[in-house]
């Protein structure tokens, strides 16, 4: 398997600074289509466990939209092959540090989704 493939990994670079766009803007539409439409979909947040895309796009939209800007560093995304990559970063919200993982796979038809997602804050 070809790990880190150029052009694949340019994609995901697209693919993460799309996600953060729509995060940051709190695009509730474009955020649930980025993640796979699939009851086995999950996201663990700070507070909470979400179990399938119906959960995952419940809670975007009774998120309240402000104080969502945020910086990132040390993003790192890998891709396996052509169709499976994950992305990762640390970030500053608030004065407080906080980390993101995401799984990403390439479906037919659908393009890139995320399948799996996991966000917690550091303990100062």
């Not at 659908?110 to 996991?118: L, Q």
Request: no cysteine; glycine share 8%; aromatic share 10%.
């Amino acid at each position: 398997m070809d790990v880190d493939i150029p052009e694949v990994v340019a994609e995901m670079q697209a693919m993460f600074a799309d996600y953060e766009n729509a995060l940051m803007t709190n695009d509730v539409d474009r955020l649930q289509t980025l993640f796979r439409r699939d009851p086995r979909t999950l996201r663990y947040g700070p507070g909470e466990n979400l179990y399938g895309w119906d959960q995952i796009g419940a809670f975007r939209a009774a998120r309240p939209a402000a104080g969502l800007q945020r910086t990132l560093q040390n993003t790192v995304i890998t891709t396996y092959g052509r169709d499976h990559a994950t992305a990762n970063t640390e970030f500053l919200r608030n004065g407080k540090r906080g980390r993101q993982s995401q799984t990403w796979v390439r479906f037919p038809g659908d393009g890139w989704r995320i399948v799996a997602a996991h966000v917690s804050m550091m303990v100062e």
